[in-house]
């Protein structure tokens, strides 16, 4: 799976949009790019995923540049909650044999009030 | 509650004894993962599992931990003469193991190992 870079840390305003980085830019055409979450001492929860169009979900917009070499993670109303280890992870669609996420060290989003 | 499940939530053993975890994945999701978690580092992957076969295991995994699914349900994780490193949040994951399309795994709350 390709390598992903994020910040370590980032500051956020609480009810204003948080906007996460990721870069991949050593990703693959049949490569996804997931977003996982990660608050402290609790399991990683999905927030969202996509190809090559930007998605939404109740959760989060996910907006991945044209030539797909990075990707933004938006929260548009963060909330004190938000705050959580936010990991950027790419790995082709099951059905080979890349069933594993790679995790790297993510970015922690504090949530100021 | 859907979820994936673990049991127990925390777990503080003495170095030497072995120790077992469960975890329930969400029903009717074919494959099932572990991963192991350090202080400070993303979550890592131990093994897989597609239904009851284990297809996968990370060099992470020694020969004192070993896991099952019996009947492709439940999965145990257990760890022998455990040592201080083994100390840990063991995470389970699931996905629906459906192939040709982008497919996500749930996590369950982990179990946090210590081991004295």
């Known amino acids: 799976d390709a390598k992903t870079t994020q910040p370590t840390s980032m500051d956020c305003a609480e009810g204003r949009a948080a906007n996460l980085p990721c870069n991949h830019s050593?990703?693959?055409?049949?490569?996804?790019v997931y977003w996982y979450r990660q608050i402290h001492s609790q399991g990683p929860q999905y927030i969202i995923h996509g190809l090559k169009n930007n998605e939404t979900n109740e959760m989060a917009s996910l907006i991945i540049t044209e030539d797909r070499k990075s990707s933004t993670l938006i929260l548009p109303h963060a909330t004190l909650r938000d705050t959580a280890v936010y990991y950027c992870i790419v790995r082709v669609a099951v059905g080979g044999s890349n069933y594993k996420l790679t995790f790297g060290k993510g970015t922690l989003l504090t949530v100021n009030p | 509650d859907t979820g994936v499940s673990q049991n127990p939530r925390h777990k503080i053993t003495k170095r030497g004894q072995n120790v077992t975890f469960r975890c329930d994945p969400i029903?009717?999701?074919?494959?099932l993962y572990w991963y192991r978690q350090t202080l400070g580092q993303g979550p890592e992957f131990l093994t897989y599992f597609q239904n009851e076969a284990q297809l996968e295991k990370s060099r992470l995994l020694s020969d004192r931990f070993s896991a099952e699914r019996p009947k492709g349900s439940f999965s145990t994780l257990e760890i022998q003469r455990t040592e201080q490193g083994d100390s840990a949040m063991y995470l389970c994951?699931?996905?629906?193991?459906?192939?040709?399309?982008?497919?996500?795994?749930?996590f369950g709350p982990g179990t946090r190992l210590l081991v004295l």
């Open positions: 050593t990703i693959s055409g049949n490569e996804y």
């Open positions: 029903s009717e999701h074919n494959r």
């Open positions: 994951a699931s996905s629906t193991g459906t192939s040709g399309i982008s497919e996500t795994q749930y």
